[in-house]
């Protein structure tokens, strides 16, 4: 069984803060997706990362894939009030979208 | 923009009563999908569908559950016996293709906002 262990599970800080969430398993994925989650909403897709070691941006977004592809983190750059939320990361095995979620980091950004 | 779209946005059942959850996939999408999330717990997945057939299903998706494509819009996931520890928001999602390693831009899964089946 293929675990996806998210930190941290809480996080408040103020505007304009930086923060890293991350995710890690002692599992290979083939590729590493973070979603984001609203109160009441599904899951939305923010980024999938597929190569050991990419990183791709999405405006103050940052996310990385580790070189084995066991582990990804999330670094927000000056965090605002609109970021805050639900994060998710998930982990897809060889089985295609079968996908594996870690537990989530809920974001608070104060203003 | 289009959409996964799911009914009902919450239902509350009985124990023993027989539920079904429906989902309209997005038109063009081939793959389907449901996944549950007990309140507090992680996101876990239950079941992916293609060409009329189950193509994976998790330990969780045993006897009582069963998914079903009635018409060429409907994709539909029925608990027959609900237990109390069914209680949970039941996501269905769906993608134009098969796992985003091999197919990044048509990969992606498309999330509907859930039905929350409470089970007294």
């Known amino acids: 069984t293929q675990l996806l262990e998210q930190s941290p599970q809480f996080l408040s800080i103020q505007e304009g803060e930086n923060l890293t969430v991350y995710c890690n398993s002692s599992s290979v994925f083939s590729s590493l997706q973070w979603y984001r989650q609203e109160p009441g909403e599904g899951p939305v897709l923010l980024v999938t990362v597929v190569t050991g070691g990419e990183v791709k941006k999405l405006k103050r977004l940052t996310f990385q894939f580790g070189d084995a592809r066991k582990d990804s983190s999330l670094h927000i750059t000056a965090a605002q009030p609109g970021d805050t939320g639900l994060y998710l990361c998930a982990g897809e095995g060889n089985a295609g979208n079968m996908l594996t979620f870690g537990g989530g980091t809920r974001l608070m950004v104060k203003p | 923009e289009p959409e996964v779209t799911q009914t009902p946005s919450h239902q509350v059942t009985q124990m023993g009563q027989e539920v079904i959850l429906r989902c309209v996939p997005i038109s063009n999408h081939l793959y389907f999908y449901w996944y549950r999330q007990i309140l507090g717990q992680k996101v876990e997945f239950l079941v992916s569908?293609?060409?009329?057939?189950?193509?994976?299903k998790s330990e969780i998706f045993d006897d009582q559950f069963s998914v079903e494509r009635p018409d060429g819009s409907n994709f539909t996931l029925k608990i027959r016996s609900t237990k109390l520890e069914d209680s949970a928001m039941y996501f269905c999602a769906s993608s134009e293709n098969w796992g985003s390693s091999g197919h990044i831009d048509t990969g992606e899964l498309f999330f509907g906002e859930g039905s929350r089946l409470t089970v007294l």
């Open positions: 569908f293609y060409n009329n057939e189950i193509s994976e």
